[in-house]
């Protein structure tokens, strides 16, 4: 099992800037890939970013791609995303999900362990 805790949502302007992070807890994350999602009122569950479980491959979704980076930290069992240039339609829970892997994986059906979520409201 992991248990994963996401923290550093909160409330930006337009063109500002939050980094948001993943505590993963339970069995070791080192040997599982991790993303980002996010959901906004009335809208579908949708792929942010992705990586592998060494971090040496990243994915990102084109509406986020420039302007979002995926990290992880594997010795403090931590994923990041840093994200630059908010938009007002950035707005939204962000959750954290992981699975076993050594690949990156884009489906919410693929990811096994999700994060509680942490809310971002971008203000324009």
């Known amino acids: 099992q992991v248990q994963l805790v996401e923290s550093g949502g909160g409330l930006v302007q337009a063109g500002g800037s939050l980094r948001l992070s993943c505590a993963a807890s339970?069995?070791?994350?080192?040997?599982?890939?991790m993303g980002w999602f996010r959901q906004a009122p009335g809208n579908e569950r949708e792929f942010v970013a992705a990586?592998?479980?060494?971090?040496?491959?990243?994915r990102y979704a084109d509406s986020v791609k420039g302007r979002f980076t995926i990290s992880r930290d594997n010795a403090k069992n931590t994923m990041y995303l840093q994200m630059n240039s908010l938009k007002p339609e950035d707005t939204a829970v962000y959750y954290c999900?992981?699975?076993?892997?050594?690949?990156?994986?884009?489906?919410?059906?693929?990811?096994?362990?999700w994060g509680q979520g942490t809310q971002v409201t971008v203000s324009s």
């Open positions: 990586i592998s479980a060494s971090g040496g491959i990243t």
């Open positions: 339970g069995r070791t994350s080192s040997t599982y890939a």
């Open positions: 999900a992981a699975r076993r892997g050594s690949s990156w994986y884009f489906k919410t059906y693929e990811y096994e362990y």
